[in-house]
T-cell receptor, first 111, second 114 residues
Framework: DQQVKQNSPSLSVQEGRISILNCDYT??????FLWYKKYPAEGPTFLIS?????DKNEDGRFTVFLNKSAKHLSLHIVPSQPGDSAVYFC??????????FGAGTRLTVKP | KAGVTQTPRYLIKTRGQQVTLSCSPI?????VSWYQQTPGQGLQFLFE???????NKGNFPGRFSGRQFSNSRSEMNVSTLELGDSALYLC?????????????FGSGTQLSVL
């Protein structure tokens, strides 16, 4: 029962360019969405979040966009840096402390 | 403030055995969630505990169980281990009092079943 889907297992971009990571969800009850970043041998760390009452949230180089009608969100990283190379997980919650994650997208930023 | 601590870091077991994993949340956090990470499947939700009660549960068989103690520390148990249980098991904590909170993760326990 994959309620949160990340259909691209990997993404490679050049340093300085934009990275766009995509996520789709099926549960219309989800009202809080997050992105986490994970390096090898470490737990995921919180990156940015967005509530369903908004359609955009920015934090420095990171911007998350939410399209509720399409049940789609995306993470934009501008400009991309080699240190951004990691696995990115999309997550969603329906306000019940039950957070569901996608399968992850491995981002590689080439110097 | 110390982060989420998981022990042990690595574990090797054989099929049929059982295993117990431990998680100490961030001080003051009362909610503890457990996830299983396998390649291609991402993070699969196991269960969430709050104030010693299981509040949410994912779609895992009954061989997977957990509990939470009065100090919010949590343990996860897997009985009759199968090869497919080999995975990274992640624990996450949050204050637990609000409806939408970000989770803070530990580094995980890497379980290998031979």
């Amino acid at each position: 029962d994959q309620q949160v889907k990340q259909n691209s297992p990997s993404l490679s971009v050049q340093e300085g360019r934009i990275s766009i990571l995509n996520c789709d969800y099926t549960n219309s009850m989800f009202d809080y969405f997050l992105w986490y970043k994970k390096y090898p041998a470490e737990g995921p760390t919180f990156l940015i979040s967005i509530s369903s009452i908004k359609d955009k949230n920015e934090d420095g180089r990171f911007t998350v966009f939410l399209n509720k009608s399409a049940k789609h969100l995306s993470l934009h990283i501008v400009p991309s840096q080699p240190g951004d190379s990691a696995v990115y997980f999309c997550a969603a919650s329906a306000g019940n402390n039950d957070m569901r994650f996608g399968a992850g997208t491995r981002l590689t930023v080439k110097p | 403030k110390a982060g989420v601590t998981q022990t042990p870091r690595y574990l090797i077991k054989t099929r049929g055995q059982q295993v117990t994993l431990s998680c100490s949340p961030i001080s003051g956090h009362r909610s503890v969630s457990w996830y299983q990470q396998t390649p291609g499947q991402g993070l699969q939700f196991l269960f969430e505990y709050f104030s010693e009660t299981q509040r949410n549960k994912g779609n895992f068989p009954g061989r997977f169980s957990g509990r939470q103690f009065s100090n919010s520390r949590s343990e996860m148990n897997v009985s009759t281990l199968e090869l497919g249980d080999s995975a990274l098991y992640l624990c996450a904590s949050s204050p637990g009092s609000a409806t939408n909170e970000k989770l803070f993760f530990g580094s995980g326990t890497q379980l290998s079943v031979l």
